[in-house]
C-alpha cells in the first residue's frame, strides 16, 4: 500500500504517473504512464495494489511473449570493467 511518505527519504509523495521498467524474455520492457505516488527527493514510486497487479500481469504476458510490443530503441551501459 501507500505509505504517507517515502520509506528511503521520508520525502513527499505526490500522485502522477511514470514509467515502470524491467527485464523480461531477454528484452527491456516499459510499461508507460503507470500511475504512481513519486517521491519528491529521491523519485522512488509507490504503486497501489491495483496497478501492482496490472503491472505483474503485464510482465507475465510479456514474459509468455503474449504482448503486443511497440518496438524501442534502447541503449545499454553496464558499470562492469
Ligand atoms: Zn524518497
Redesign the pocket.
Given at each position: 500500500m501507500i505509505p504517507d511518505?517515502?520509506?528511503?527519504?521520508?520525502?513527499k509523495l505526490h500522485e502522477g504517473t511514470t514509467e515502470f521498467m524491467a527485464h523480461a524474455a531477454g528484452e527491456v520492457i516499459v510499461i508507460k504512464d503507470v500511475p504512481a505516488y513519486v517521491?519528491?527527493?529521491?523519485?522512488?514510486a509507490y504503486y497501489t495494489t491495483g496497478t501492482s497487479r496490472k503491472i505483474d500481469g503485464v510482465m507475465r504476458d510479456a514474459q509468455a511473449k503474449k504482448l503486443c510490443m511497440r518496438p524501442l530503441p534502447a541503449g545499454e551501459v553496464s558499470l562492469k570493467g
Open positions: 511518505h517515502c520509506r528511503f527519504c521520508k520525502g517521491c519528491e527527493q529521491c523519485g522512488e
